[in-house]
């Protein structure tokens, strides 16, 4: 399974930064497209909670997917999986403190679709896919940065 890991340093601690991660009406916000999400679990985000969002992909403007958090350890791990046809897409977050600041790693694990899209999926995802999750960690830290207290 093709995995990326995408690295910012925040200048804003551990905890700020982690609950701007956990708040899925603040997704939106750091996405490079259009793209809204939901908890469809009541409640603080926790283990089992359940997601469901909209977004773009090359054309599919509006897809569809639903999503579980998988892993919650504060302010340190936050995780989530997406299954689409079977295939389960990983985003992973592990926040580090340095100094005053925090490391973001995004782990993305995808899996290699089928068929002739596999095959061209090298260049989809160098092209497409990795710098769009760049580009969305960049807009992550202008936000928190902008937002600081």
């Known amino acids: 399974m093709p995995t ?8 804003r601690p551990a905890a700020d ?3 701007y991660l956990t708040d899925f009406s603040k997704h939106a916000e750091w996405s490079p497209k259009p793209y809204r999400v939901e908890s ?16 773009w992909l090359p054309g599919q403007p509006e897809h569809a997917s639903d999503a579980e958090v998988t892993d919650l350890d504060p302010p340190s791990k936050f995780a989530f999986n997406a299954v689409e046809q079977g ?3 990983r985003s992973e977050f592990i926040l580090t403190p340095e100094g005053s600041a925090t490391r973001v ?3 993305f694990s995808m899996p290699k679709p089928p068929g002739f899209v596999g095959v061209v999926f090298p260049l ?8 769009g999750v760049r580009k ?3 807009m992550l830290k202008a936000n928190l940065e902008s937002n600081a207290a």
Not at 4 to 11: I, W
Not at 42 to 52: D, Q, S
Request: hydrophobic share 45%.
């Open 40 to 55: 469809i679990t009541e409640g603080p985000t926790r283990v089992g909670t359940k997601l469901h969002s909209v977004g």
């Open 124 to 131: 989809i995802r160098g092209m497409i896919i990795k710098p």
């Open 87 to 89: 295939q389960i897409f």
């Open 136 to 138: 969305g960690m960049n």
């Open 105 to 107: 790693d995004r782990i």
């Open 4 to 11: 990326d890991r995408f690295t910012v340093v925040v200048n």
């Open 17 to 19: 930064v982690f609950a």
